[in-house]
C-alpha cells in the first residue's frame, strides 16, 4: 500500500466525469478498502444542517443500521459539530461510540468542507487496535478535500 498511489488512483476517479458522483464515491471507498489492510469499512456521511442529522452515503464493507446518526452521537456525530479529524485507537475506551461490529476495534473520521461548512465525513473503521497514524489523517484529508470538489 502506497499513499501515493492511492492519492493518484482518487484523484483520476473524482475527475472521471462519465460516473455520476455517489458512483465516484463508492469507487473511491473499494479503492480504499482494497488496498489498506486495515480499512476494513470505508463510507462516507454527509449532513443535513436543518435537521441536524448525518445520512449514510455510499460505503464499501458490511451493511450497518447506523444510515441517520444525530449530531453529537458517536464518532461521527461528534465531528459533525467539532469539525476535528476524530481519531479513535481503541473503540472499546469510547463512552459516545456507536458499535456496527464487534469486529469493528478502532475508527478514524475525518471532515469535508466545502467553503469552510462541514459537509460531512469520510469514516473508517478497522478490525486492528490503534492503526492510525498522522499519514492515515493527512492521506484522508487529501481525499476529502478532492471530494469536496465534487460539490463546489
Ligand atoms: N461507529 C460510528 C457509527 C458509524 S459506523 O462506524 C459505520 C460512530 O460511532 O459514529
Redesign the pocket.
Known amino acids: 500500500m502506497n499513499f501515493d498511489v492511492l492519492k493518484s488512483t482518487v484523484t483520476d476517479i473524482i475527475e472521471n466525469n462519465n460516473l455520476d458522483i455517489d458512483s465516484r464515491l463508492k469507487n473511491i471507498c473499494s479503492v480504499l478498502q482494497e488496498n489498506v489492510s486495515y480499512y476494513n ?1 470505508v ?1 462516507f456521511y454527509f449532513a443535513n444542517h436543518d435537521t441536524k442529522t448525518l445520512h449514510l452515503g455510499p460505503y464499501v464493507g458490511a451493511a ?1 443500521d ?1 444510515t441517520v ?1 444525530p449530531f453529537g ?5 461528534q465531528v459533525a459539530e467539532s469539525n476535528k479529524n476524530f481519531v479513535v485507537p481503541d ?1 472499546s475506551a469510547q463512552d459516545n ?4 461490529s464487534i469486529t ?1 476495534k478502532s ?1 478514524i ?1 475525518v471532515p469535508i468542507f466545502v467553503n469552510e461548512k462541514n459537509i460531512g465525513q469520510i ?1 473508517i ?1 478497522s478490525h486492528v487496535i490503534n492503526p492510525f497514524t498522522k499519514n492515515d489523517e493527512i492521506f484522508l484529508e487529501f481525499i476529502a478535500e478532492k471530494v469536496a470538489t465534487l460539490f463546489k
Open positions: 469499512w463510507g450497518t447506523h446518526i452521537k458517536g464518532i461521527c456525530g473503540v461510540y456507536i458499535a456496527c469493528v475508527e473520521v469514516d473503521d
